[in-house]
């Protein structure tokens, strides 16, 4: 008797089970098809937007080249750092608020209202104590943004970004 109740609670069990697998399966099956067109209609939305063949740059569009030795260095600005050794260091940094550069194996560098270039050779300088042999480069790859509030009686009063070089 005991042996006949054991096999129909897990008959029970497995008619339970069964019952709830398929259904969570469709769910996900409906789930994962719904994400699928939502996807789907976005690209073919985007592609009427933009056109074959064009590559959207990644950063801001610049009137001309930065000249090194007039630019400034400051918070937010956006330095690669590359160190070519075995293997190779590569690093996207952001000048912190502090007005410094915090490169791994490295450390802090302050490179806050000196030019470019000045940073470029601090920045170098600094790497060299540690890694002796390879080529070093570092690189300006985004200019710091700058927020300006137009307001008063003008044309198109509201918040706009512009770059340190604007």
Known sequence: MVKLKERYCTLITVCVICSILPAS???????????????EDLESSLQDKIPA??????????????????????????????IW?????????????EGTLIIPTIGEI?????TLTKAKERIIKEIRKKYTTGTISATLVRPRPI????????ESPGRFTLTSVD
């Open 53 to 82: 063949g064009v590559v959207q740059p990644a950063g801001v569009a610049l009137e001309s080249a930065i000249d090194p030795e007039k630019y400034f260095i400051g918070p937010s600005d956006a330095i690669a750092v590359n």
């Open 110 to 114: 302050f490179i806050t209202d000196i």
């Open 25 to 39: 399966v469709l769910v996900a099956q409906v789930t994962l098809e719904r994400d699928k067109t939502k996807v």
């Open 147 to 154: 927020v300006v509030l137009v307001t008063g009686n003008v």
């Open 85 to 97: 050794t075995n293997p190779p260091l590569n690093f996207l940094l952001t000048v912190t608020p």
